[in-house]
């Protein structure tokens, strides 16, 4: 059974600092993606990554992957309020897309 | 770019009654899904489509739940008779599959309320 962990789950953070978001999944898989959701919204997609070492940048936000770990991390650098929103990490389980498996999210809350 | 649209965007219904979800895809994507989130917290998988059948589903897609893609286009998720724990937003996803740069499209949201 594929898991995928997110950690830490709430984070309040000031302006201008760095921090990173975790995730961990269980069971081999070469690409990951990462959402952000606003609340009361639909999920935004921000960075998928398709293979070991993959990063990818956009912003104040960096995304990484190391398939070997299976584990994905997403920093946010110097930190601004319109940040704030929940990241959820998704993992597919398998080669095929038949069920892709979202992290429990990590709700940014980033204090001005 | 293109969108997944969902209808309606708030559904109210009686307990037991019978509620179907509507979701329009992207036209060219090959994989469908439903996926639901209680009160903003874990975006949990209930089923996928592909090829026009079901390819996967969780635990919580019981014999309550059924799929259909009618037309070629549409893609709903029906309730049979809904439960007061059924109450959640319910998401359509479409995804054009394979190992690409492609990302899962997610429609903007049916909140249903079961009372």
């Known amino acids: 059974e594929l898991k995928v962990e997110q950690n830490p789950l709430f984070l309040s953070m000031q302006e201008g600092k760095n921090y990173t978001i975790y995730c961990n999944y269980s069971?081999?898989?070469?690409?990951l993606y990462w959402y952000r959701q606003d609340p009361g919204k639909s999920l935004e997609s921000l960075f998928v990554l398709l293979s070991n070492g993959a990063v990818k940048q956009e912003g104040r936000l960096m995304a990484s992957l190391d398939t070997k770990a299976r584990l994905s991390t997403l920093h946010i650098t110097a930190a601004v309020h319109d940040l704030s929103a929940t990241y959820f990490c998704?993992?597919?389980?398998?080669?095929?897309?038949?069920?892709?498996?979202f992290g429990k999210g990590t709700r940014l809350h980033i204090l001005p | 770019e293109p969108e997944v649209t969902q209808t309606p965007s708030h559904q109210v219904t009686q307990m037991g009654q019978e509620v179907i979800l509507r979701c329009v895809p992207i036209?060219?994507?090959?994989?469908f899904y439903w996926y639901r989130q209680i009160l903003g917290q874990k975006v949990e998988f209930l089923v996928s489509f592909y090829n026009n059948e079901i390819s996967e589903k969780s635990e919580i897609f019981d014999d309550q739940f059924s799929v259909e893609r009618p037309d070629g286009s549409n893609f709903t998720l029906k309730i049979r008779s809904t439960k007061l724990e059924d109450s959640a937003m319910y998401f359509c996803a479409s995804f054009l599959g394979g190992a690409t740069n492609e990302k899962l499209f997610f429609g903007s949201g049916t909140q249903l309320s079961v009372l």
């Open positions: 998704a993992v597919p389980k398998g080669e095929r897309d038949d069920k892709i498996i």
């Open positions: 069971t081999t898989s070469d690409r």
């Open positions: 036209s060219n994507h090959l994989y």
